[in-house]
């Protein structure tokens, strides 16, 4: 997961040039006329923290002052409070950029809560939001959906789906169950399912 990283700036929106200088950004430095700058620009937060928008999104949401909202897990979003309703509230920076629906969540491809370019947030349902999340620092497998049964010293392999588990099975190896767990999340998320083995499963398709 790419992860933005603090930057000395001041905590009022504005325009920079990131490209070359984002961690989001992996080519080397390019002019100002490359497409990558024109794709995008920043949003500047409190912390030093800044956000990514489409450039088409820039103005709307530069209009206002945003803030970085950090959670213990890692997790990182831009907000600003709301009084238009007359009691304050939060509002969160992907959600305003597509116009989520009430009751959908916003998925981070990347799942980077900073980088709120369009081709990297999309609407989605809480299941599918919880599958693309990283695996849990928990988990001694290395592999999502996958634990040592404490009996019999196979790996047991389960799916949450709608926030009920699943049993999928024991298996002999890890590398095994993980192949099975990649199967089933693929059946209940699609695009969504955050997989252990990627790659394998775009060959066999």
């Known amino acids: 997961m790419s992860t933005l990283l603090p930057r000395t700036t001041s905590t009022t929106p504005s325009f920079t040039d990131s490209v ?64 238009s309703t007359g009691s304050q509230r939060t509002l969160y920076m992907h959600r305003e950029i597509i116009g989520a629906r009430i009751g959908m969540h916003v998925d981070h491809r990347d799942n980077n809560g900073l980088n709120n370019r369009r081709s990297n947030i999309r609407e989605a349902t809480p299941s599918q939001n919880s599958a693309n999340r990283h695996q849990l620092p928990a988990n001694s497998s290395g592999y999502r959906g996958v634990s040592r049964h404490a009996r019999d010293g196979n790996w047991q392999v389960s799916i949450r789906v709608n926030r009920k588990s699943i049993f999928l099975g024991l298996h002999a190896t890890a590398e095994d169950a993980a192949r099975a767990y990649d199967k089933a999340a693929t059946h209940h998320f699609g695009e969504f399912a955050r997989l252990n083995f990627p790659r394998q499963v775009q060959d066999a398709d």
């Open 20 to 83: 070359g200088e984002s961690p989001l950004d992996h080519s080397t430095p390019e002019s100002e006329g490359s497409d990558d700058f024109m794709e995008h620009r920043e949003i500047t937060l409190t912390r030093a923290f800044v956000a990514l928008v489409d450039i088409d999104d820039f103005e709307r949401i530069a209009a206002f002052k945003w803030q970085v909202q950090l959670h213990r897990d890692g997790r990182r979003y831009a907000t600003r409070p709301d009084y």
